[in-house]
């Protein structure tokens, strides 16, 4: 899981926000635990404290997303398989992690497929990619290698979508990234 981004837009890093009492960041670490992950890594910010996770702190996390990725892809060490989320999806759930689990083999990449919230018009009238992605630490590697400083998979994705399997989930794939997002999750529950 990544939770180490400084959270300009919101104005405050949102590994530590709280909804209904929970860290997004605790939060995340129960999501990805009770979704079937064996060995959960939670990349923070200096002072941030995990229970349940082991941690790897980014201590330039200004760098943008990908520097945090690099961390992960480093400590997942020989795993099969990289799940990763970020912390600012309070929609995801567990049954969505366990899905993208499900349906991964090697070679493969796997994301999940979120149908279109209500209210939500999509031009293209198709269903929405999002987190949990699942790869091989190979995949993510190259990931790393096409990714710009604030990146993640997206232009893997984009350039080997042979590889790519989507997992139909339900959940809400919507980031909180402002305050206004943060405001309308909270009156939305």
């Known amino acids: 899981m990544l939770a180490a981004g400084a959270g300009r837009r919101m104005g405050v890093p949102k590994a530590e926000l709280a909804l209904d ?6 939060r995340a670490v129960r999501v990805l635990t009770d979704g079937g992950c064996d060995d959960v890594l939670a990349v923070i910010r200096p002072g941030v404290d995990v229970a349940g996770a082991r941690v790897a702190v980014n201590a330039d996390p200004e760098r943008g997303m990908r520097s945090s990725l690099e961390l992960a892809v480093d400590a997942a060490g020989d795993a099969d398989v990289i799940v990763l989320v970020l912390v600012d999806l309070p929609g995801l759930g567990s049954d969505a992690v366990r899905a ?6 090697p070679g493969r990449i796997v994301t999940a497929r979120y149908a279109a919230r209500r209210g939500e018009a999509r031009r293209d009238g198709l269903a929405r990619r999002g987190h949990p992605i699942a790869m091989s630490p190979a995949l993510w590697r190259a990931a790393l290698e096409l990714a710009g400083a604030d990146e993640g998979a997206r232009a893997l994705l984009r350039a080997r979508p042979e590889l790519v399997d989507e997992i139909d989930v339900t959940g809400d794939p919507q980031d909180l990234d402002t305050p206004a997002d943060l405001q309308r999750w909270r009156d939305s529950g």
């Open 100 to 105: 993208v689990i499900g349906g991964w083999r």
């Open 21 to 26: 009492g929970e860290r997004l960041v605790d």
